[in-house]
């Protein structure tokens, strides 16, 4: 297994021909008007009750390529970390197939199924009845818990001990990692013009710090982008102050990005500084980002999906960063959409009271 000293580029060029057969390259998708949008200062109005009151608005140029993990199979990035993360353990001579695999991520029920080992899921209770039909759909064994990371682990604890089973973390592992990366490695070679930043959400950080593998060895620079309500943050916080949050509870719209960062994905996206930065979008701004997606790009995301977007539109610390460092050329930027799973009755409370 990849030391996280030792993951690289290659880590994730390598990662990427052992997945290809059973993932999906997901499209790149473009929207003038939301080029427009993003590309036109705030109004002082709109600004009136934020950090930037009274703040004379930025004028950045943005052109925004979307890559759209919520058309990836199990409708989200992570099957690729959970393909990666099986493919390798196959290739281990300790790993007994029969014996299964034990995870927090539902994407591995997928992974695991294609190659015909059980998979024990480990899934909040709160979970959403269409993402609990998905797990059971891929003949995975759900084991329900407390929400947070301590309650799932020792959930996870119990199911090894009584069957064996290897664990796969969700994020915090350099299998996941490596697979996570192949969708910025796919992204730099899709839009034909150099991408000058790409921006991701970061819950646990799999799929940051792995977007930060793939642009490595390029001028391409990485940002992560999370929720600020009730301290969803933690990765902002965290990389500002030099110490990792541990512990996250926070009831955020962005409902994949409640967990703190986990320790590899912090020594890739702090420690090594293969991240440039991080922001923050509040819950307002992460519905009008994901109505507009609604409207304009006729996809279907969910709200942890569109904080990069939200970020690009909104945060001024993030615009004015790109109207100075861009000028009057601009910056191609990057957006990965990660996922799509969110049932329709989600979305009506989401925006009921619109």
């Known amino acids: 297994m990849s030391s996280p000293e030792t993951l690289t580029l290659a880590s994730v060029q390598e990662a990427h021909k052992l997945i290809k057969p059973f993932i999906h390259q997901t499209p790149v998708l473009t929207s003038t008007y939301i080029n427009t949008l993003a590309s036109t200062p705030q109004t002082p109005e709109s600004l009136s009750n934020t950090e930037w009151s009274g703040q004379t608005p930025s004028n950045p140029i943005l052109r ?20 990666h993360a099986i493919e390798r353990l196959k290739q281990s001579p300790d790993f007994d197939p029969s014996r299964g695999v034990v995870t927090h991520s539902s994407a591995l029920s997928l992974a695991a199924k294609t190659s015909s080992i059980p998979a024990y899921i480990v899934m909040p209770t709160i979970s959403t009845p269409s993402k609990i039909a998905a797990t ?23 199911i090894i001990s009584s069957t064996g089973a290897a664990l796969i973390p969700p994020y915090d592992h350099p299998h996941i990692i490596a697979g996570q990366g192949t969708a910025a490695l796919e992204l730099l070679a899709q839009v034909p013009t150099p991408l000058n930043a790409i921006i ?18 390029s001028k391409t620079k990485v940002f992560g982008a999370e929720p600020s309500f009730e301290g969803a943050d933690d990765g902002k916080r965290g990389y500002y102050s030099g110490k ?57 995301v969910e709200p942890s999906a569109v904080v990069g977007l939200a970020v690009a539109l909104y945060n001024e610390d ?22 799509g799973n969110v049932s329709l009755a989600a979305l009506g409370e989401l925006f009921k009271d619109e």
């Open 64 to 83: 925004i390529h979307f890559k759209c993990e919520n058309f990836q199979r199990i409708g989200a990035f992570k099957a690729r970390g959970a393909f």
């Open 244 to 300: 990792r949050v541990e512990a996250v509870k926070s009831l955020t719209i962005g409902d994949g990005l409640r967990t703190p960062v986990g320790k590899i994905p912090w020594s890739i996206i702090y420690e090594r500084r293969l991240v440039d930065g991080m922001y923050s979008v509040t819950e307002d701004q992460i519905r009008a980002a994901m109505r507009l997606v609604y409207e304009r790009l006729k996809v279907v």
């Open 200 to 217: 991701t959400p970061c819950g646990g950080g799999g799929l940051l710090s792995g977007t930060a593998l793939a642009c490595s060895e």
């Open 136 to 158: 059971l759909s891929y003949s995975a064994q759900i084991t329900f818990s407390g929400p947070t990371a301590p309650e799932r682990e020792a959930a996870a604890q119990k």
């Open 318 to 339: 993030f615009r004015k960063m790109v109207e100075q460092e861009g000028g009057e050329e601009g910056w191609d930027l990057g957006v990965v959409f990660s996922g």
